[in-house]
């Protein structure tokens, strides 16, 4: 499985983006997809999951304003980003994850002026 992560940008604070993950080979074993970010000097957290059945996730501090779907037909996993704050600047991976494998994609990078 390869992933490939685009739509960050800058953006100003208040603003919105939508992250996209393209997924190329079988993910017929992947059971989770994520959304994780890393701001420069800190660790990698997650923001926000989906499990193969729907179910969604999300970290404390973007709960309300991130939305994370997947289009099934397009192999495509989605992170709607609303109201973004400063604080939400990091680059942003996503992860497929089977059983007993992850996949990372190569980040994109998430820019929020105030």
């Known amino acids: 499985v390869q992933l490939q992560a685009s739509g960050g940008g800058l953006v100003q604070a208040g603003g919105s983006l939508r992250l996209s993950c393209a997924a190329s080979?079988?993910?017929?074993?992947?059971?989770?997809m994520e959304w994780y970010r890393q701001a420069p000097g800190k660790q990698r957290v997650l923001v926000a999951t989906?499990?193969?059945?729907?179910?969604?996730n999300y970290a404390d501090s973007v709960k309300g304003r991130f939305t994370i779907s997947r289009d099934n037909a397009k192999n495509t996993l989605y992170l709607q980003m609303n109201n973004l704050k400063p604080e939400d600047a990091a680059v942003y991976y996503c992860?497929?994850?089977?059983?007993?494998?992850?996949?990372w994609g190569q980040g994109t990078q998430v820019t929020v002026s105030s």
């Open positions: 992860k497929y994850s089977e059983w007993n494998r992850d996949y």
């Open positions: 989906i499990a193969s059945g729907g179910n969604t």
């Open positions: 080979g079988s993910i017929s074993r992947i059971v989770v």
